[in-house]
């Protein structure tokens, strides 16, 4: 069954640093997500992405925060400051249109 | 059962029990539902949805039950499983593909 790959599943980087977080969804699949989940907490959303634009963000994606999708097949996100708070599982996900999303297993991003 | 906020509830039940898990709801406008399955160290993983225009649906060995009088979104779960432990979400959608997600019911079942 395809599924949705996030790469790296480990990222540690310094506060102030930036960092990129990498998808691959599935490839026919036309929307795509990043949520956040700090340790702990809820699922959050942070943006949605569709015909290589942004469709929909949260209070979260301010403007440190960027989404790429550089190619055919990758969606990336960028924190371009990082802070201490930053620090979570960050899920892409992907679908169709009008069906549930599906989700990677996450990067956890570790700030120092 | 699941609220919002920083709380995890948590149900224990025995192998082969049947389980029920609750989730409120917050906007009435919402019209789409999904519950997810989370292990450790995994994304979340569907397991059913269902449509304000229904208040029942089941799949395999699971049932999902709406009622959006009191915007309240259950999950019942046949003959739990020692492979059903994990954190189960339900996620409501008011806003074309965005999702907001409950704070999450901890399944333990008890072999």
């Known amino acids: 069954e395809p599924e949705v790959t996030q790469t790296p599943s480990h990222q540690v980087t310094q506060m102030g640093q930036e960092v990129i977080l990498r998808c691959v969804p599935i490839?026919?699949?036309?929307?795509f997500y990043w949520y956040r989940q700090i340790l702990g907490q809820k699922v959050e959303f942070l943006v949605s992405?569709?015909?290589?634009?942004?469709?929909?963000k949260s209070e979260i994606f301010d403007d440190q925060f960027s989404v790429e999708r550089p190619d055919g097949s990758n969606f990336t996100l960028k924190i371009r400051s990082t802070k201490l708070e930053d620090s979570a599982m960050y899920f892409c996900?992907?679908?169709?249109?009008?069906?549930?999303?599906?989700f990677g297993d996450g990067t956890r991003l570790s700030i120092l | 059962g699941e609220s919002v906020g920083l709380h995890l509830p948590t149900l224990s039940v025995q192998e082969g029990d049947n389980s029920i898990i609750n989730c409120a709801y917050s906007?009435?406008?919402?019209?789409?539902f999904i519950w997810y399955k989370q292990e450790s160290g995994k994304g979340p993983q569907f397991i059913i949805d269902?449509?304000?225009?229904?208040d029942k649906r089941q799949g395999q060995r699971v049932t999902v039950l709406l009622n959006k009088t009191v915007k309240h979104l259950s999950l019942q779960i046949a003959a739990t499983q020692p492979g059903d432990s994990a954190v189960y979400f339900c996620?409501?959608?008011?806003?074309?593909?965005?999702?907001?997600f409950g704070s999450g019911t901890k399944l333990n079942v008890k072999p």
């Open positions: 490839s026919n699949h036309l929307y």
């Open positions: 269902i449509r304000s225009n229904m």
């Open positions: 906007n009435s406008a919402s019209d789409y």
């Open positions: 996900a992907s679908d169709r249109g009008e069906e549930p999303q599906h």
């Open positions: 996620a409501e959608n008011y806003n074309f593909n965005k999702f907001y």
């Open positions: 992405f569709y015909n290589n634009e942004i469709s929909e």
